[in-house]
């Protein structure tokens, strides 16, 4: 069975510093994978996500990841953090081809600090 | 384009109770996706409505429910309230059914059951 693991369930930073949320997953096939943000009291926000093609994906929010098949990682960027970053992340995986098969990881609260 | 929007915002309801979450898509979006998201089991897939049919439908018991009206409305139903049905319900939107297409997400309603 597919399984998404989020290492660190709360991660903190200072203002300006890297941003490294980990996700890794285990897949049998190659898989479409997502990250998404969750602020206090909303929904889920995709930051970005890789269906195929270049392994370095861009989001928003100047937000990026690396798709590494061999690693089976998909850990999540940002080379300087903001307040604003302050949310919950979460890492998906497809084990399929609709939104019924894609799996959610546990979540990391990041907290940034001025 | 205004976003999917979800009422009520919050609800409170005691065991034994039923209760009946709305969801509005995005205009032009067909598919609508439910999912539960409490502390304990995280994001969890509740059922997908596409063309007014559930085509998809997660591991929850018969007490859910949901229908799509031809406007691509969405509601889901909750009979026989128990306290684990405690959740944050999140009602996502795509046009189509393709993981290419990005899912948009509500911000949620809060049911607490007492």
């Known amino acids: 069975a597919q399984s998404v693991t989020q290492l660190g369930s709360h991660v903190s930073v200072s203002e300006g510093a890297l941003v490294l949320l980990r996700c890794n997953y285990s897949s049998s096939v190659p898989p479409y994978l997502f990250w998404y943000v969750q602020y206090p009291n909303q929904g889920l926000q995709l930051l970005l996500k890789?269906?195929?093609?270049?392994?370095l994906v861009k989001g928003i929010n100047g937000f990026e990841a690396e798709f590494k098949k061999s690693e089976t990682s998909f850990h999540l960027t940002k080379p300087s953090a903001h307040m604003s970053d302050a949310a919950e992340y979460f890492c998906a995986v497809h084990r399929g081809t609709s939104y019924d098969k894609v799996i959610f990881g546990p979540g990391t609260s990041l907290s940034v600090i001025p | 384009k205004a976003g999917v929007t979800q009422t009520p915002r919050y609800l409170i309801k005691t065991r034994g109770q039923q209760v009946t979450l709305s969801c509005s898509p995005i205009s032009g979006h067909r598919s609508v996706s439910w999912y539960q998201q409490t502390p304990g089991q995280g994001l969890q897939f509740l059922f997908e409505?596409?063309?007014?049919?559930?085509?998809n439908k997660g591991n929850f018991p018969g007490r859910f429910s949901g229908r799509q009206f031809s406007n691509s409305r969405s509601e889901m139903n909750v009979s026989t309230l128990e306290l684990g049905d405690s959740a944050l319900y999140l009602c996502?939107?795509?046009?189509?059914?393709?993981?290419?297409?990005?899912?948009?997400f509500g911000p949620g309603t809060r049911l607490t059951v007492l």
């Open positions: 996502a939107s795509s046009l189509e059914r393709s993981l290419t297409d990005t899912q948009y």
């Open positions: 890789y269906t195929t093609g270049a392994t």
């Open positions: 409505y596409f063309s007014e049919t559930q085509r």
